[in-house]
Structure formats: C-alpha cells, structure tokens
C-alpha cells in the first residue's frame, strides 16, 4: 500500500464516500460505496491522508467529517427556521441528526436537503402522542413554502382571467380542462397551522392551534409566496383539477362530496373560479 500511485479521481470519490457517511469515518471506509474505489481500513488511512505533526490521517478525516454534517444541520435549521423555533433547537438539532442518518444527502446541490424531513417525523412520532402531527404539519407547509419560493414561476407571463373562462361555450365546459401554474400547491393538513407559521415566522408568540382539519393553496406572485385557504369542496375540487382532471369529472366529485352544501355548489364555483383567476392559480384552459 505505501508508495501506491492512485488515479486524483478515485481518490476524491473515496474520500466522498468516507467522510458523507452517516455512520461516521470508520463506517465510510468499509460501507461498499468507498471499497468500490479503494479497499482502505482505518490502519491503512495513512496511505492515502498522510497524518500531520498533531494529527493523524484518521483525525483528519474525521474533522471534514463533522464539518460536512455540521454544514449539512446548518442548512436544515436555514430550511425550517419556524420548525426549529416551535421544537426548540436542542430537540430540532436531535431529529435533524437522525433524519441525515436515514435520508443522506444524495444530489449535488443542497436544496432538497429537506424534502423528507416531515415523513421522517411522521415515521419516528412517539404513539399515543397528538403534538408531534402539529409539527409534521408545520414541517409540511414551511417545505412547501420554501419549494413554491425556490422553484419555478410565472412571474412576467399571462394568466388566465375570469373572462377567459366566461369565453368557454357552456356545452363544452365539462370537457375543458385548466392548465395550473408550476407554483401552485394544495395542503390538507390536519391542524389550521397558517397562523401559527406566520407568527413564527415574524417572531411573535403563539399558541399552538387545536387539531382541526385544515386546507390551503399556496402559489408565488410577484416573487411572494402566497397563502389562500380553501374550504373543504373548494379543495376538492382544486386537487381534482391538479391531476388534470376535466372540469366536469372535478365538478361531479364535489357534488358527490358537498351533501348539505350542494343548493349553494354554482354560487360557490363562480366564486371559486372568481378568486382562482384573481390569484393566479392558472394559466390556460384547454379545450379539447
């Protein structure tokens, strides 16, 4: 081993795989994915990181190590700022260890750190315990806010208006279907947490809202992502819309689901589609 020539490449992909393990530098060196490059053990390390005068090529290792995991909790605290406040960064700190040993970082760039941490609060929330549905919904709409502000949107291109759906011949509006913004997202969540967030979010207190079934869109304008709540047909409704379903088949699965409300159904679609449009929700109806 000492005096081996090994190729720049395979050796940074070696110590990729070391020093990104989430079990620590000892169990890179033997998990499959850094002995495909080189078969190095901890007594061997000193081929490939030569040690310095205070410390050996373990201990160098391993302080990349915990700066990469250190880089890697800094970047989740940045993504759930209001998350981190309602747990407390001490109990924040000890999921966001645990959800990094489970879901590594798996891509070259950082901004999908997040995209699993409320299923992992869900897969690890202690039974018979109702606080910690709060937090996965709080995790779920402060991921989605962050994913409609990061991704992509419309701003500076033409939206549907109210009188580009007037203009659709009622013979042929069961058939249409709506084309949605790329930023538009809908939330059933089972706490009406939007309040809660905002308060957070501002740096007021708050108290933590009851269970209650909640349900909201979210979409960017102007570079702000907004908020909207929706009632529970609206929602419905909406969803139906977001899978690509025509107007009529989302119309008749809340018909099927409004019951008692189903007198006020057309009062409540102009209104919806009224606020829609005003919104920004979509950008074209198609017509087949």
């Known amino acids: 081993m000492p005096g081996q020539r090994r190729d720049l490449g395979t050796v940074q992909r070696w110590m990729q795989a070391v020093i990104t393990h989430p079990g620590g530098v000892r169990a890179g060196m033997a998990a499959s994915e850094a002995r495909r490059e080189m078969a190095v053990g901890p007594d061997e390390v000193e081929s490939v990181v030569t040690r310095s005068r205070a410390l050996s090529g373990l201990d160098r290792l391993e302080i990349y190590a915990r700066a990469y995991f250190a880089r890697l909790l800094e970047c989740l605290r940045a993504e759930f700022p209001v998350l981190a406040r309602a747990m407390g960064e001490d109990l924040f700190d000890e999921f966001a260890v645990g ?3 489970r879901y590594p970082s798996r891509t070259y760039t950082l901004n999908r750190l997040g995209a699993d941490f409320a299923r992992y609060l869900a897969e690890t929330r202690p039974p018979d315990e109702d606080w910690p549905d709060l937090l996965i919904d709080l995790a779920t709409l402060e991921w989605a806010v962050a994913e409609v502000f990061d991704g992509p949107g419309v701003e500076g291109q033409a ?14 509006w069961a058939e249409a279907r709506l084309v949605p913004v790329p930023c538009l997202r809908v939330l059933a969540l089972g706490h009406p947490v939007r309040a809660y967030y905002t308060a957070l979010r501002d740096g007021k207190e708050a108290m933590p809202p009851d269970r209650s079934d909640s349900y909201m869109a979210l979409t960017r304008r102007d570079y702000v992502v907004r908020i909207h709540h929706l009632a529970p047909p609206e929602y419905v409704l909406l969803n139906a819309l977001l899978d690509g379903q025509p107007i009529g088949s989302a119309v008749g699965l809340v018909a099927e689901s409004a019951d008692p409300e189903l007198d006020h159904l057309a009062d409540d679609l102009r209104v919806w589609f009224g606020n829609w449009a005003a919104a920004g929700f979509f950008r074209a109806v198609e017509v087949p």
């Open 99 to 101: 959800y990094l040993e």
């Open 159 to 172: 939206l549907l208006e109210v009188g580009g759906l007037t203009a659709i011949p009622v013979e042929r």
